[in-house]
């Protein structure tokens, strides 16, 4: 089947502090992965996005890597501020064009 | 171009009333789907739309359902109305990119109060 798992949270750091959230995945197939952030109060947002293996998708310094061989994609971010605090949900889109949400992770940052 | 746009934002209601939500996608936007967030089971898959047809549905009873217009316009609604209901229900619109892959692109959402 088909399915997403994100270290869970809450995640509180320091204003600078480098910044990983883990995103595994299972599925059939060839899947799009995307990270999606959501902030109080608001729907989701696009984050960044990767349609096939090593692709890099990137955004407001935040990255993420397709690795098909550990079927992850972790999002990082080298110097988190304090407008990062938010919700952020790992996805992917299967073959059948069905997407699977993880359970998102809350970040908050601290100055 | 105008985000995905949700009516109402907010919505209180009694157990056993219907309600309807109304979700615009964004314009040129075929696929409209929706999902129901709560803080315990994270986002969940309602159903997808597609030029007027249901392409996708995810693990609801029954009481759940959606149409879509032929403008990509598309109502969700929720007939007899249960606590557990109580929820944020999320829609989201996309397009086919040069990818091949379609992103989805959330509204603001509805918050849904059932007393």
């Known amino acids: 089947g088909n399915s997403v798992t994100q270290m869970e949270g809450p995640v509180t750091l320091s204003e600078e502090a480098f910044l990983t959230i883990n995103c595994t995945y299972t599925a059939t197939g060839y899947p799009s992965l995307f990270w999606y952030v959501q902030y109080p109060g608001e729907g989701l947002q696009l984050l960044l996005k990767a349609t096939k293996a090593d692709d890099k998708g990137s955004n407001k310094g935040f990255e993420a890597t397709y690795r098909k061989e550990t079927t992850s994609f972790h999002l990082e971010k080298g110097s988190v501020q304090v407008s990062d605090s938010a919700v952020y949900f790992c996805a992917l889109r299967n073959t059948g064009n069905q997407f699977y949400f993880g359970t998102g992770t809350s970040l908050t940052v601290i100055p | 171009k105008a985000g995905v746009t949700q009516t109402p934002r907010y919505l209180i209601k009694t157990r056993g009333q219907q309600v309807t939500l109304s979700c615009s996608p964004i314009?040129?936007?075929?696929?409209v789907s929706w999902y129901q967030q709560t803080p315990g089971q994270g986002l969940q898959f309602l159903f997808e739309y597609f030029s007027e047809t249901q392409r996708n549905k995810g693990n609801f009873p029954g009481r759940f359902s959606g149409r879509q217009f032929s403008n990509s316009r598309s109502e969700m609604n929720v007939s007899t109305l249960e606590l557990g209901d109580s929820a944020l229900y999320l829609c989201?619109?996309?397009?086919?990119?040069?990818?091949?892959?379609?992103?989805?692109?959330f509204g603001p959402g509805t918050r849904l109060t059932v007393l």
């Open positions: 989201a619109s996309s397009l086919v990119d040069r990818g091949g892959t379609d992103t989805q692109y």
């Open positions: 314009s040129g936007h075929r696929s």
